[in-house]
């Protein structure tokens, strides 16, 4: 007997395993939780499989639920498109985009940009999450985002990318610091001195601690952090220096009266891409984002 699927119960089941939580789901949905509950428990006894684990903590997908989940994305994604293709015919453009991004670019120029963006297309909603790079290209990979923008020192192989900017490392130390006088630095000159990490697991913190055994040495952190503002406070308090991207913690290391010195490594300046799965798995109005980021990420005349 064939089974039909209900595209509201997929999204509210996707949106289940997304937030890790029925009620957090229903939120999101603008629907009591209840109404989430008995849906997804309707799907489960359809399909005869456990689909989710009620936990302490929230829900977790069963390895059926896996299956489900992946699947139910590409099915929305799918039906997503064919309303924007279609939607193309009519005034306007409306549509959903799901973005995620690297610490650093999301502390850059792309909350700008997207801004810029939805000024034009008020119509289309556009989510914006912060993730480590390798969860941010999964997430696109298994259609879970729709773009990312990440430091192109991440695996992208299987996905499309496109130039989006530099910016450029810099050691931030305290005025009084015993580098601060110093026009430029290597890392290897860092080393021998108390620092802060910056989102611990992250590509940036990988590659430093790579490079440091490179030199002989175990990078050992004072003091470890999420964010960017967090670490330029720290570093304010004397309790080590950080080494972070000058674009995007310029105006708080100098309203901090923090130094910036330029690091002199080949690897200090980093490359930012935009990746998805390519323009013909998008959205019409995923497609409007991406090509309104390349012609901002585009070199002026």
């Known amino acids: 007997m064939p089974r039909h699927f209900d ?3 997929l999204r509210l089941f996707v949106a289940a395993c997304e937030e890790r939580s029925i009620a957090r789901a229903a939120q999101r949905e603008s629907l009591v939780a209840s109404a989430v509950s008995k849906r997804i428990a309707a799907l489960e006894q359809s399909l005869g499989a456990t689909l989710l684990v009620r936990r ?28 924007g293709e279609l939607g193309e015919f009519s005034a306007g453009v409306r549509g959903s985009v799901r973005v995620m991004a690297s610490v650093s670019a999301l502390a850059e120029r792309l909350p700008e ?16 999450d912060q993730g480590l ?11 879970a ?21 530099t910016d450029h490392l810099c050691v931030v130390l305290p005025p009084r610091h015993a580098l601060a006088r ?48 967090a670490s330029c406070r720290i570093v304010a308090a004397g309790l080590g220096l950080a080494i ?10 100098a309203a901090a009266g923090l130094k910036m010195v330029p690091l002199s ?31 901002q990420a585009a070199p002026a005349p």
């Open 182 to 229: 110093r026009a430029r630095l290597r890392f290897a000159d860092t080393l021998a001195h108390p620092s802060i990490g910056v989102a611990a697991g992250g590509t940036m913190e990988i590659l430093l601690r790579r490079e440091a055994a490179l030199l002989g040495h175990t990078l050992t952190r004072r003091v470890q952090v999420d964010g960017l503002d």
């Open 244 to 253: 972070l991207p000058a674009e995007a913690v310029g105006a708080q290391a």
């Open 56 to 83: 302490r903590r929230g829900v977790e997908p069963t390895a059926a639920g896996e299956t489900l989940l992946r699947q139910a994305r590409q099915l929305l994604g799918t039906m997503e498109r064919l309303h």
């Open 133 to 143: 790079s390798h969860d941010i290209v999964r997430a696109v990979r298994e259609g």
């Open 145 to 165: 985002a729709d773009l990312a923008v990440l430091w192109d020192n991440t695996d992208t192989r299987a996905l499309h990318t496109a130039p989006y900017g």
């Open 265 to 295: 490594d080949a690897w200090a300046e980093r490359r930012f891409v935009i990746a998805s799965r390519g323009d013909a798995l998008l959205t019409a109005s995923a497609r409007l984002l991406l090509g309104h980021l390349r012609q």
């Open 113 to 128: 940009d997207i801004a810029a963006f939805l000024a034009r297309y008020q119509a289309v909603r556009v989510s914006l």
């Open 7 to 9: 595209p509201v119960t």
